[in-house]
């Protein structure tokens, strides 16, 4: 893998954006289908990694995902020709994603030294950003824009998704020993909320959406989707406290549930329209075509890369 793409060639957009109108847009049914597929797939293994709990497991999901999200941001970075770090980028996200296991591997309060990981991260990235750029003999005259491209690389689809590892590892002041991952019921109660989100909106807004939510950004949302989704992903996340009120007593009560729901949700939606964002930025429709029906790594972890941070918080400060 390159370290870097040339600044001055000739930029794809034009074929890509032909490419994608004259390839015949799927059914409803067929990207129904498709996206049913991967749904079903992808929660089968996150009840497989779940039920095998070991810390090794959430270490290569999370890790995986945040890895391969990176990838594919590079990559869509490079195809609309611009300057970006790569490799240094991925390097980065692997470090990063090894070192906040291992510090939090054995004891899940360890997340008082994970301050240390995230300065020398941004450190090492802004230094090797700027380091990069002056090695290059045509800067030209944005040199500071392929430093804030690869800073957001590392940080966005990386650093926001790691605070999932946070939660698993997630212990209370006064709990120690056993369960090795002692957040692994708030993980998955995140988990829920957040994708019951995107799954509501989708279908909410297929079945009867007519009324565009931003259709300069996402012309497929709509705000009776918006509104659906609010709705259904307190599903989950109610159904689940009520059955393991223990399991998640850091969220404290119904109403604290009922209201973190919401605001998750909410961030889910935010989520999911700043990767709209980014993919129109770059004139890419989907991040990648890993998952049929839903696109790219970063299709799926792009809502959580916004959820994850604030339960932490929350569980940090008021749990």
């Known amino acids: ?50 039920l095998w709990g070991h810390p090794i497991g959430y ?4 890790g995986a995902l945040a890895v391969l999200g990176c990838w594919e941001y590079f990559r869509m970075a490079k195809s609309s020709g611009i300057l970006v770090f790569p490799t240094f980028g991925l390097s980065l996200v692997i470090a990063y994603s090894v070192g906040i296991w291992w510090m939090l591997r054995e004891d899940g309060r360890g997340a008082e030294g994970i301050g240390w990981l995230d300065g020398g991260i941004a450190f090492v990235a802004i230094l090797g950003g700027f380091t990069l750029i002056l090695k290059r003999k045509d ?40 369960p090795v991952t002692p957040g692994a019921w708030l993980a998955l109660w995140l988990v829920l909320v957040t994708k019951f989100t995107d799954m509501g909106a989708y279908i909410v807004g297929s079945l009867i959406g007519k009324n565009k939510l931003i259709p300069s950004v996402s012309p497929g949302k709509t705000w009776e989707g ?17 059955m393991l009120p223990n ?19 909410l961030l889910a939606v935010i989520g999911d329209l700043a990767e709209s964002v980014i993919k129109r930025s770059l004139t890419i429709k989907d ?32 749990a």
């Open 1 to 50: 893998m390159s370290n870097s793409s040339t600044p001055n060639s000739p930029s794809p957009q034009p074929t890509e954006a032909k490419d994608i109108e004259s390839t015949p847009k799927p059914s409803k049914a067929a990207v129904f289908r498709a996206r049913l597929f991967s749904t079903v797939l992808l929660w089968g293994l996150v009840a497989g990694t779940f």
């Open 59 to 62: 270490f290569v999901a999370v």
């Open 139 to 178: 800067k030209g005259d944005c040199a500071f824009q392929p430093v804030l491209y690869t800073l957001f690389g590392i940080f966005y689809p990386a650093v926001l998704f790691h605070f999932v590892t946070r939660i698993l590892f997630y212990a209370p002041e006064g709990v120690v020993g056993p």
């Open 226 to 242: 918006f509104f659906g989704a609010l709705v259904i992903s307190q599903v989950p996340g109610i159904a689940l406290y009520l």
């Open 247 to 265: 399991q998640l007593g850091a969220l404290h009560s119904l109403p604290v549930v009922i209201a973190l729901g919401l605001v998750i949700a």
């Open 287 to 318: 991040s990648g075509q890993a998952l049929p029906g839903i696109g790219g790594v970063l299709d799926l972890i792009d809502s959580l890369c916004f959820t994850a941070p604030v339960l932490y918080l929350y569980l940090r400060f008021f």
